[in-house]
């Protein structure tokens, strides 16, 4: 990853977005395909070998328009996903 702060538009690190949300308590998950991992759930949103989304480490959601904002330290570009 150091090297991508000399060369940041050849940036070629996986990345990936998970959901966290706590399990009700007293009901099962929401999600029955998900791992248990204590009170809860964690849910794969989207991954990336880094080709389309190069060295992203951090994702905004905006609840309001359903987008997810990607981007990251030594990114040169944001990314911007539609929800289906």
């Not at 000399?6 to 996986?14: A, R």
């Not at 992203?56 to 539609?82: N, Q, W």
């Amino acid at each position: 990853m150091a090297d991508s702060f000399g060369d940041p538009f050849n940036i070629k690190v996986p990345s990936a977005v998970f959901k966290i949300t706590k399990k009700n308590t007293g009901a099962q998950s929401q999600n029955k395909n998900s791992p248990d991992h204590g009170s809860y759930d964690f849910v794969k949103i989207m991954e990336d070998n880094g080709e389309t989304l190069p060295g992203a480490t951090v994702a905004v959601h905006d609840a309001e328009t359903g987008r997810v904002f990607l981007g990251g330290v030594v990114s040169p570009y944001i990314v911007i996903c539609e929800t289906r």
